[in-house]
T-cell receptor, first 111, second 111 residues
Framework: ETGVTQTPRHLVMGMTNKKSLKCEQH?????MYWYKQSAKKPLELMFV???????ENNSVPSRFSPECPNSSHLFLHLHTLQPEDSALYLC??????????FGPGTRLTVL | GQSLEQPSEVTAVEGAIVQINCTYQ??????LSWYQQHDGGAPTFLSY????GLEETGRFSSFLSRSDSYGYLLLQELQMKDSASYFC????????????FGAGTRLFVKA
């Protein structure tokens, strides 16, 4: 595997479910990001981790819980989501504050 | 608030030149980046400007004027494969890794 990978690629969940999104980067980068992409809206930065430490939490609701066990892996734990949380969730990584490399995203639908 | 403004759609013909503008209003500024995203794909990095002036990379060029809080992406010799969404993004100086994205410009290239 190369670059940034994300699993699953598609996820449908009910509002009472608990699920997790996984991101892995094989680039040796130190920073990892979660973004939310909704139709016709800017990418919204959710969380940033630098060397496993969270450096940004962009006022994200607590129903989204990130986890970064090491510089190569990033998780987004989801629970009691709302239909408006349906979106494409993108993971990215960077070396320092240089260009970001994005994964293919997880298309999430909340019923 | 912090915002980046760019046109929602642009249409051009193959072989032509197109310019996508971006104006920004952010609390800090650490550089303007451009990303390309094809339908169903991940955003990919195109260019970065930290200083005023023009940066050229093959058919793509990017310009920045910090005094005008303005930049643009110039695409020359358009090809059908250039049909995609283009996002400008500003690295927030105060946030370190915090990146603010525009809503994207959808470019349609016609034969």
């Amino acid at each position: 595997e190369t670059g940034v990978t994300q699993t699953p690629r598609h996820l449908v969940m009910g509002m009472t479910n608990k699920k997790s999104l996984k991101c892995e980067q094989h680039l040796g980068h130190n920073a990892m990001y979660w973004y939310k992409q909704s139709a016709k809206k800017p990418l919204e930065l959710m969380f940033v981790y630098n060397f496993k430490e969270q450096t940004e939490n962009n006022s994200v609701p607590s129903r989204f819980s990130p986890e970064c066990p090491n510089s190569s892996h990033l998780f987004l734990h989801l629970h009691t989501l709302q239909p408006e949380d349906s979106a494409l969730y993108l993971c990215a990584s960077s070396q320092g504050d240089n260009e970001q490399f994005f994964g293919p995203g997880t298309r999430l639908t909340v019923l | 608030g912090q915002s980046l403004e760019q046109p929602s759609e642009v249409t051009a013909v193959e072989g032509a030149i197109v310019q996508i503008n971006c104006t920004y209003q952010t609390s800090g500024f650490y550089g303007l980046s451009w990303y390309q995203q094809h339908d169903g794909g991940a955003p990919t990095f195109l260019s970065y400007n930290a200083l005023d002036g023009l940066e050229e990379t093959g058919r793509f060029s990017s310009f920045l004027s910090r005094s005008d809080s303005y930049g643009y992406l110039l695409l020359q010799e358009l090809q059908m494969k250039d049909s995609a969404s283009y996002f400008c993004a500003v690295r927030d100086e105060g946030g370190g890794f915090k990146t603010i994205f525009g809503a994207g410009t959808r470019l349609f290239v016609k034969a």
